[in-house]
Nanobody, 124 residues
Framework: QVQLVESGGGSVQTGGSLRLSCAAS????????MGWFRQAPGQEREFVVV????????YYADSVKGRFTAFRDNAENTVYLQMHSLKPEDTAVYFC?????????????????WGQGTQVTVSS
């Protein structure tokens, strides 16, 4: 049974930082592409960053480039999302996801496994 468990969300002021973690179990971690997605109230889920199973290729949404850094630790079966210079528009529930498509994709529907999400709130 695949499980993805996020942690590290919280409330910060504009310009603050947070680090999210996602611990994976029940899958051969280094054979899965991983991603971070987010969903704000009343909006569709959108990709934040996706990264390839073996590392080496990471693709960020334009809205977070230069502010967010994602990385994976295949030895620990964990992915991280380091967020800096947070803005109110970053407020959302953040999810990690796992998928094993051959290509690195950004649509939520390409990722069959999801965590429960962690809330990030940025106040002005």
């Amino acid at each position: 049974q695949v499980q993805l468990v996020e942690s590290g969300g919280g409330s910060v002021q504009t310009g603050g930082s947070l680090r999210l973690s996602c611990a994976a179990s029940g899958l051969t971690f280094n054979t899965y592409n991983m991603g971070w997605f987010r969903q704000a109230p009343g909006q569709e889920r959108e990709f934040v960053v996706v990264f390839r199973r073996s590392g080496g290729l990471t693709y960020y949404a334009d809205s977070v480039k230069g502010r967010f850094t994602a990385f994976r630790d295949n030895a620990e079966n964990t992915v991280y999302l380091q967020m800096h210079s947070l803005k109110p528009e970053d407020t959302a529930v953040y999810f990690c996801a796992a998928g094993n498509t051959a290509w690195l994709l950004t649509r939520p529907t390409d990722y069959p496994y999801w965590g429960q999400g962690t809330q990030v709130t940025v106040s002005s």
